[in-house]
Protein backbone atom coordinates (compact mmCIF):
# COMPACT_ATOMS: atom_id res chain seq x y z
CA UNK A 1 0.00 0.00 0.00
CA UNK A 2 1.29 3.58 -0.80
CA UNK A 3 2.03 6.17 1.74
CA UNK A 4 -0.76 8.11 3.59
CA UNK A 5 -1.02 10.97 0.78
CA UNK A 6 -3.58 14.25 2.79
CA UNK A 7 -5.53 14.68 -0.15
CA UNK A 8 -6.93 18.24 -1.45
CA UNK A 9 -9.43 19.04 -3.97
CA UNK A 10 -6.91 19.06 -6.50
CA UNK A 11 -5.53 15.68 -5.92
CA UNK A 12 -9.35 14.60 -6.12
CA UNK A 13 -10.96 13.32 -9.57
CA UNK A 14 -14.01 11.98 -10.87
CA UNK A 15 -14.27 8.05 -11.16
CA UNK A 16 -11.67 7.48 -8.16
CA UNK A 17 -12.37 4.60 -5.54
CA UNK A 18 -11.64 4.63 -1.93
CA UNK A 19 -11.67 1.66 0.30
CA UNK A 20 -11.64 0.77 3.65
CA UNK A 21 -11.09 -1.57 6.03
CA UNK A 22 -13.95 -4.01 7.96
CA UNK A 23 -15.77 -3.71 10.64
CA UNK A 24 -17.96 -6.85 12.86
CA UNK A 25 -21.46 -5.39 14.05
CA UNK A 26 -21.45 -7.46 17.42
CA UNK A 27 -25.33 -7.64 18.83
CA UNK A 28 -24.58 -6.10 22.10
CA UNK A 29 -23.43 -2.72 19.98
CA UNK A 30 -26.26 -3.05 17.82
CA UNK A 31 -28.33 -2.94 21.04
CA UNK A 32 -26.46 -0.51 23.06
CA UNK A 33 -26.60 1.63 20.46
CA UNK A 34 -30.43 1.13 20.15
CA UNK A 35 -31.20 2.25 23.90
CA UNK A 36 -29.14 5.43 23.47
CA UNK A 37 -30.39 6.70 20.15
CA UNK A 38 -33.42 4.62 18.80
CA UNK A 39 -34.69 2.59 21.31
CA UNK A 40 -37.70 0.19 19.38
CA UNK A 41 -37.79 -3.52 19.77
CA UNK A 42 -36.41 -4.20 16.46
CA UNK A 43 -33.25 -2.99 17.31
CA UNK A 44 -33.08 -4.16 21.40
CA UNK A 45 -34.35 -7.61 21.59
CA UNK A 46 -34.06 -10.29 19.39
CA UNK A 47 -37.82 -12.35 21.14
CA UNK A 48 -39.48 -8.66 20.59
CA UNK A 49 -38.26 -8.26 17.11
CA UNK A 50 -40.25 -11.46 15.98
CA UNK A 51 -43.62 -9.62 15.60
CA UNK A 52 -42.72 -6.64 14.08
CA UNK A 53 -41.85 -5.37 10.23
CA UNK A 54 -38.32 -6.64 10.60
CA UNK A 55 -39.19 -10.41 12.38
CA UNK A 56 -35.54 -10.28 13.26
CA UNK A 57 -33.41 -7.85 15.56
CA UNK A 58 -31.44 -5.53 13.53
CA UNK A 59 -29.32 -2.44 13.72
CA UNK A 60 -30.46 0.94 13.65
CA UNK A 61 -30.32 2.46 10.17
CA UNK A 62 -28.36 5.57 11.97
CA UNK A 63 -26.00 3.20 13.69
CA UNK A 64 -25.06 1.69 9.82
CA UNK A 65 -24.55 5.31 9.30
CA UNK A 66 -21.98 5.88 12.13
CA UNK A 67 -20.63 3.22 11.34
CA UNK A 68 -19.76 3.98 8.20
CA UNK A 69 -18.13 7.52 8.96
CA UNK A 70 -15.74 5.20 11.35
CA UNK A 71 -14.62 3.23 8.07
CA UNK A 72 -14.57 5.93 6.26
CA UNK A 73 -12.50 8.03 8.82
CA UNK A 74 -9.98 4.83 8.62
CA UNK A 75 -10.37 4.70 5.22
CA UNK A 76 -7.46 5.62 2.29
CA UNK A 77 -9.32 8.70 2.02
CA UNK A 78 -7.56 11.37 3.31
CA UNK A 79 -9.15 14.96 2.65
CA UNK A 80 -6.65 17.53 4.47
CA UNK A 81 -8.47 18.59 7.37
CA UNK A 82 -10.37 15.65 7.79
CA UNK A 83 -13.43 14.55 6.49
CA UNK A 84 -16.07 17.42 6.76
CA UNK A 85 -19.54 16.80 5.37
CA UNK A 86 -21.85 19.63 4.30
CA UNK A 87 -24.73 16.62 4.72
CA UNK A 88 -26.01 13.90 2.20
CA UNK A 89 -28.59 12.77 -0.43
CA UNK A 90 -30.36 10.02 -1.42
CA UNK A 91 -29.15 8.02 1.83
CA UNK A 92 -30.84 4.26 1.47
CA UNK A 93 -31.02 1.59 3.57
CA UNK A 94 -31.89 -1.48 1.31
CA UNK A 95 -30.66 -4.39 3.50
CA UNK A 96 -30.97 -5.14 7.25
CA UNK A 97 -27.81 -5.24 9.33
CA UNK A 98 -28.04 -8.12 11.56
CA UNK A 99 -25.52 -9.49 14.37
CA UNK A 100 -21.83 -10.42 13.30
CA UNK A 101 -22.16 -8.84 9.68
CA UNK A 102 -19.10 -7.41 8.81
CA UNK A 103 -19.21 -3.95 7.21
CA UNK A 104 -16.88 -2.54 5.47
CA UNK A 105 -16.63 0.99 2.80
CA UNK A 106 -16.46 1.65 -1.03
CA UNK A 107 -16.29 5.67 -1.80
CA UNK A 108 -16.77 6.80 -5.31
CA UNK A 109 -15.87 10.50 -6.56
CA UNK A 110 -18.72 11.59 -8.56
CA UNK A 111 -17.58 15.32 -8.48
CA UNK A 112 -15.38 17.81 -7.50
CA UNK A 113 -15.92 21.90 -8.00
CA UNK A 114 -14.29 24.73 -6.61
CA UNK A 115 -16.34 26.75 -4.10
CA UNK A 116 -17.46 29.97 -5.79
CA UNK A 117 -17.88 31.93 -2.33
CA UNK A 118 -14.85 30.17 -0.59
CA UNK A 119 -11.94 30.54 -2.89
CA UNK A 120 -9.76 28.46 -0.12
CA UNK A 121 -12.13 25.16 -0.56
CA UNK A 122 -14.11 23.18 -2.99
CA UNK A 123 -16.99 20.65 -2.47
CA UNK A 124 -16.87 17.16 -4.03
CA UNK A 125 -19.91 14.27 -4.29
CA UNK A 126 -18.67 11.02 -2.67
CA UNK A 127 -21.00 7.65 -4.00
CA UNK A 128 -20.59 5.95 -0.30
CA UNK A 129 -21.59 2.14 -0.63
CA UNK A 130 -21.60 0.42 2.56
CA UNK A 131 -20.99 -3.45 1.77
CA UNK A 132 -21.93 -6.63 3.92
CA UNK A 133 -20.43 -9.98 4.10
CA UNK A 134 -22.10 -11.03 1.10
CA UNK A 135 -21.24 -7.58 -0.76
CA UNK A 136 -24.65 -6.37 -0.30
CA UNK A 137 -25.42 -3.01 -0.38
CA UNK A 138 -26.67 -2.26 3.55
CA UNK A 139 -26.88 1.43 2.56
CA UNK A 140 -25.83 3.82 -0.04
CA UNK A 141 -25.88 7.65 -0.17
CA UNK A 142 -24.20 10.39 -2.14
CA UNK A 143 -21.80 12.16 0.93
CA UNK A 144 -21.87 16.27 -0.12
CA UNK A 145 -17.99 16.80 1.48
CA UNK A 146 -15.64 19.94 1.94
CA UNK A 147 -12.15 19.94 0.89
CA UNK A 148 -9.51 22.64 1.09
CA UNK A 149 -8.41 23.52 -2.28
CA UNK A 150 -3.98 23.47 -2.59
CA UNK A 151 -3.52 27.35 -3.27
CA UNK A 152 -4.29 28.46 0.46
CA UNK A 153 -1.54 31.36 0.13
CA UNK A 154 -3.50 34.64 -0.26
CA UNK B 1 -51.69 16.72 26.34
CA UNK B 2 -54.69 14.32 24.59
CA UNK B 3 -53.30 10.44 25.19
CA UNK B 4 -51.44 8.72 22.79
CA UNK B 5 -52.65 7.30 19.50
CA UNK B 6 -50.88 4.66 17.16
CA UNK B 7 -51.27 6.10 13.71
CA UNK B 8 -51.81 4.06 10.59
CA UNK B 9 -51.27 5.64 7.23
CA UNK B 10 -55.08 6.53 7.10
CA UNK B 11 -54.20 8.81 10.05
CA UNK B 12 -51.49 10.87 8.23
CA UNK B 13 -51.94 13.60 5.96
CA UNK B 14 -49.77 16.71 4.57
CA UNK B 15 -49.68 19.80 6.34
CA UNK B 16 -49.20 17.74 10.08
CA UNK B 17 -46.47 18.71 11.90
CA UNK B 18 -45.27 16.78 15.05
CA UNK B 19 -43.33 18.05 17.77
CA UNK B 20 -40.95 16.48 20.54
CA UNK B 21 -39.16 16.88 23.94
CA UNK B 22 -35.92 18.47 24.30
CA UNK B 23 -32.08 17.18 25.04
CA UNK B 24 -29.25 18.81 25.97
CA UNK B 25 -25.98 17.61 23.92
CA UNK B 26 -23.02 17.41 26.62
CA UNK B 27 -19.33 17.40 25.70
CA UNK B 28 -18.26 14.00 27.26
CA UNK B 29 -20.86 12.56 24.93
CA UNK B 30 -19.94 14.52 21.91
CA UNK B 31 -16.36 13.23 22.73
CA UNK B 32 -18.04 9.61 23.19
CA UNK B 33 -19.61 8.93 20.25
CA UNK B 34 -16.77 10.33 18.05
CA UNK B 35 -14.33 7.99 19.69
CA UNK B 36 -16.26 5.37 18.37
CA UNK B 37 -17.74 6.65 15.36
CA UNK B 38 -16.22 9.86 13.95
CA UNK B 39 -12.21 10.06 15.72
CA UNK B 40 -11.32 13.34 14.22
CA UNK B 41 -9.66 16.30 16.49
CA UNK B 42 -12.55 18.45 16.17
CA UNK B 43 -15.31 16.13 17.13
CA UNK B 44 -12.86 14.97 20.00
CA UNK B 45 -10.80 17.39 22.08
CA UNK B 46 -11.53 21.29 22.19
CA UNK B 47 -7.59 22.35 22.11
CA UNK B 48 -7.11 20.25 18.78
CA UNK B 49 -10.40 21.42 17.16
CA UNK B 50 -8.79 25.24 17.24
CA UNK B 51 -6.75 24.79 14.41
CA UNK B 52 -9.24 23.27 11.91
CA UNK B 53 -12.44 23.93 9.96
CA UNK B 54 -14.71 24.29 12.96
CA UNK B 55 -12.62 26.18 15.00
CA UNK B 56 -14.01 24.85 18.09
CA UNK B 57 -15.12 21.50 19.42
CA UNK B 58 -18.53 20.15 17.58
CA UNK B 59 -20.51 17.32 17.86
CA UNK B 60 -20.44 14.59 14.60
CA UNK B 61 -23.26 15.31 12.64
CA UNK B 62 -23.88 11.67 13.04
CA UNK B 63 -24.51 12.02 16.33
CA UNK B 64 -26.92 14.91 15.57
CA UNK B 65 -28.40 12.23 13.27
CA UNK B 66 -28.96 9.95 15.98
CA UNK B 67 -30.05 12.14 18.72
CA UNK B 68 -32.89 13.29 16.41
CA UNK B 69 -33.60 10.11 15.68
CA UNK B 70 -33.86 9.79 19.66
CA UNK B 71 -35.80 12.48 19.85
CA UNK B 72 -38.20 11.53 17.08
CA UNK B 73 -38.80 8.04 18.58
CA UNK B 74 -39.79 9.90 22.32
CA UNK B 75 -42.27 12.18 20.08
CA UNK B 76 -45.43 12.56 19.71
CA UNK B 77 -45.24 10.87 16.60
CA UNK B 78 -46.46 7.32 16.98
CA UNK B 79 -47.15 5.15 13.69
CA UNK B 80 -48.30 1.73 14.60
CA UNK B 81 -45.35 -1.00 14.38
CA UNK B 82 -42.74 2.26 15.40
CA UNK B 83 -40.84 4.34 12.94
CA UNK B 84 -39.84 2.52 10.21
CA UNK B 85 -37.26 4.74 8.19
CA UNK B 86 -36.24 3.19 4.38
CA UNK B 87 -33.73 6.31 4.17
CA UNK B 88 -33.90 10.44 3.60
CA UNK B 89 -33.05 13.00 1.32
CA UNK B 90 -31.26 16.14 1.47
CA UNK B 91 -29.46 15.38 4.74
CA UNK B 92 -28.02 18.63 6.16
CA UNK B 93 -26.10 19.99 9.10
CA UNK B 94 -26.68 24.04 8.19
CA UNK B 95 -25.39 25.06 11.72
CA UNK B 96 -22.42 22.69 14.37
CA UNK B 97 -24.47 21.59 16.93
CA UNK B 98 -21.54 22.44 19.98
CA UNK B 99 -21.64 21.27 24.26
CA UNK B 100 -24.58 22.34 26.57
CA UNK B 101 -26.35 22.60 23.03
CA UNK B 102 -30.35 21.73 23.69
CA UNK B 103 -31.94 20.04 21.16
CA UNK B 104 -35.42 19.20 19.49
CA UNK B 105 -37.37 18.20 16.67
CA UNK B 106 -40.08 19.09 14.63
CA UNK B 107 -41.48 16.73 11.54
CA UNK B 108 -44.10 17.83 9.21
CA UNK B 109 -45.99 15.45 7.30
CA UNK B 110 -45.09 16.18 3.19
CA UNK B 111 -46.39 13.97 1.42
CA UNK B 112 -48.39 10.36 2.37
CA UNK B 113 -48.78 7.42 -0.44
CA UNK B 114 -49.80 4.05 -0.38
CA UNK B 115 -47.36 1.38 -1.66
CA UNK B 116 -48.03 0.09 -5.18
CA UNK B 117 -46.15 -3.13 -4.45
CA UNK B 118 -46.99 -3.76 -0.64
CA UNK B 119 -51.03 -3.17 0.25
CA UNK B 120 -50.72 -3.18 3.55
CA UNK B 121 -48.24 -0.67 3.86
CA UNK B 122 -47.62 3.12 2.56
CA UNK B 123 -45.06 5.45 2.26
CA UNK B 124 -44.64 9.09 4.06
CA UNK B 125 -42.74 11.92 3.16
CA UNK B 126 -41.66 13.98 6.32
CA UNK B 127 -39.59 16.99 6.87
CA UNK B 128 -37.70 16.76 10.06
CA UNK B 129 -35.83 20.08 11.42
CA UNK B 130 -33.47 19.44 14.67
CA UNK B 131 -33.21 22.74 16.33
CA UNK B 132 -30.64 24.30 18.69
CA UNK B 133 -31.86 26.33 22.24
CA UNK B 134 -32.15 29.51 19.70
CA UNK B 135 -34.50 28.31 17.35
CA UNK B 136 -31.91 27.49 14.50
CA UNK B 137 -31.84 24.52 12.37
CA UNK B 138 -28.42 22.28 12.61
CA UNK B 139 -30.08 19.53 10.67
CA UNK B 140 -33.04 19.32 8.15
CA UNK B 141 -33.91 16.12 6.15
CA UNK B 142 -36.46 14.55 4.65
CA UNK B 143 -37.31 11.03 5.96
CA UNK B 144 -39.01 8.30 4.06
CA UNK B 145 -41.25 5.97 6.30
CA UNK B 146 -42.87 2.97 6.21
CA UNK B 147 -46.58 3.25 7.84
CA UNK B 148 -49.32 0.12 7.81
CA UNK B 149 -52.29 0.75 6.30
CA UNK B 150 -55.41 0.48 8.62
CA UNK B 151 -57.33 -1.99 6.46
CA UNK B 152 -54.78 -5.51 6.93
CA UNK B 153 -57.07 -8.35 7.13
CA UNK B 154 -57.58 -9.45 3.67
Do not use: C
Not at 43 to 57: N, P, Y
Not at 107 to 132: A, D, F, H, W, Y
Amino acid sequence: MPPVTQLYLEDLSVGQVFGSGSLRVEENEIKAFASKFDPQPFHLDSDAARGTFFRELVASGWHTAAITMRLLVESEFKPVGGIVGAGSDELRWPRAVRPDDELRVEGEVLEVRPSKSRPKQGLIKMRVTTLNQNREAVQTMIANLVVPRRQSSQ
